[in-house]
């Protein structure tokens, strides 16, 4: 489990781009739970491609993304309060 936070430019048309790039891109992998906070439930292999696609869509002289390592007992890493109910990103999923 991984924690991806960005910080986008969001002063010119081109910084709204690469926010909407990099939040469809955090979309595919994993569940937004902060406007710009993702939990990402992915293997070293899949992570490594996000990341390769994520510091191709972001300006490093504009723009900050941290990814934090949570591990696989993330469970015990993870408080939640107040609204929006959290998700069990491992738990049943109805189509």
């Not at 986008?8 to 909407?20: E, N, P, V």
């Not at 891109?25 to 739970?33: F, H, K």
């Not at 390769?52 to 696989?72: F, Q, V, W």
Request: glycine share 6%; charged share 25%; aromatic share 8%.
């Amino acid at each position: 489990m991984v924690l991806i936070t960005y910080d986008i430019d969001t002063t010119d048309a081109a910084g709204r781009k690469r926010l909407r790039r990099i939040a469809k891109a955090c979309v595919n992998y994993g569940q937004r739970v902060q406007a710009s906070v993702f939990e990402c439930d992915v293997d070293a292999a899949t992570l490594v491609t996000l990341k390769a696609a994520l510091l191709e869509i972001a300006d490093p002289a504009k723009d900050s993304l941290r990814i934090y390592h949570l591990g696989n007992k993330w469970q015990g890493k993870v408080e939640h309060f107040g609204t929006k109910p959290s998700y069990d990103p491992e738990g049943f999923l109805a189509l």
